[in-house]
């Protein structure tokens, strides 16, 4: 792991500009407050007709303990760094984290892939709101960011609608 700026993921990373079809989605749509959630993106397929080679996923606020699950054929990287505030996570306070998860490989342009990542969502969040991943998808011959914040949005990111928790 290697400590990162947030910032630096933003600049490195959603500076791509491109244009696909692929789709990048979360299997689940909500999870509880102060849960544990195994979290499945699927990939629709590669861009431009292209191979996936890379996917990123930026780890929004307040999403704790965060593990990537290995993918046959893959490399994971994670890159960490401090929050902007202390989280609570079963009862402790949690003032660093994985950031960015990443995974590099192949996935034939008309495969579906699936990226599994298992994670705390901290009690200190609050229930009603949405929790979204920006996911940047690298092919061969193009790059999609995956980054809207609106279903509306060209390219949507993924997302988990946060209800209350037990």
Not at 121 to 137: K, N
Request: aromatic share 8%; proline share 5%; hydrophobic share 40%.
């Amino acid at each position: 792991m290697r400590l990162v700026e947030a910032a630096g993921f933003a600049v490195c990373c959603f500076g791509f500009t491109a244009t696909a079809s692929a789709h990048v989605m979360l299997e689940s749509k909500s999870a509880e407050v102060g849960s544990m959630v195994r979290a499945v993106f699927d990939v629709g397929h590669g861009c431009a007709s292209s191979p996936t080679t890379k996917i990123r996923i930026r780890i929004p606020a307040g999403v704790l303990a965060v593990v990537a699950e290995p993918k046959a054929g893959w490399e994971i990287t994670t890159l960490t760094a401090p929050y902007d505030q202390p989280y609570s996570n079963r009862g402790e306070a949690v003032k660093e984290g994985i950031v960015e998860v990443d995974w590099s490989g192949v996935l034939s342009a008309h495969q579906i892939g699936k990226f599994v990542l298992t994670f705390d969502i901290s009690e200190s969040l609050d229930s009603g709101q949405r929790l979204y991943f920006p996911v940047v998808q690298e092919c061969q011959k193009d790059v999609v960011r995956w980054v809207d914040k609106s279903d509306d949005g060209e390219h949507p990111a993924p997302s988990l609608f946060l209800l209350a928790g037990h």
